[in-house]
């Protein structure tokens, strides 16, 4: 009889520590997968902002000819996110891609006639709504990376995650060069 219950007991524990194993992988999973979906989202509205530079460029061009260097530096940004193949190359080109727009939308603000041209104005107010969208989209999945590289590190899912060789995702982070005080003159 004790050996019966000895048996059950055992039995018991191994039933339980294989369903923790199960539950806590398909949590991993599922974490992982959120992570990657939010990843589409903001690789969808960086193709959709990728796919609005060639008509910024355009509009800008006219007015700012002699301003090759900030149309450039766009155009290349452009390509280098588009040739991209991997998730880090995209976020480095993505902060790349917009550190440009910035410096050529500065470039911008320095003709009134550009200012004034109201397909300029259309574009660029595009460009301003999808950048908060990217910012938005960028919090949402860093949220998620955090929830997912939490699960990797602590006790006891760190175990399962060790097991199955889940590995940590990466965070979305600015560029030094975006994190620096922005110099303001005033005319």
Known sequence: M???IAITV???FVIIVVV???STYNRLVSERLKVQT???QI???LKQRADLIPNLVEAVKGYVSHEKEALQAVTDARSRYMGS???DAQIQASNSLSGALGRLMAVAESYPELKANQSYLDLQQQ???LENKIADFRQFYNDMVMRYNRLLVTIPSNIVAGMFKF???SFYEAEEADKAMPKVKFR
């Open 2 to 4: 004790k050996t019966v």
């Open 10 to 12: 055992i039995v018991l």
């Open 20 to 22: 923790w194993i199960l």
């Open 38 to 40: 939010q990843w589409k």
């Open 43 to 45: 690789d969808v509205v």
């Open 85 to 87: 193949l991997d998730q």
């Open 127 to 129: 460009m301003g709504g």
């Open 167 to 169: 590995c940590e995702a």
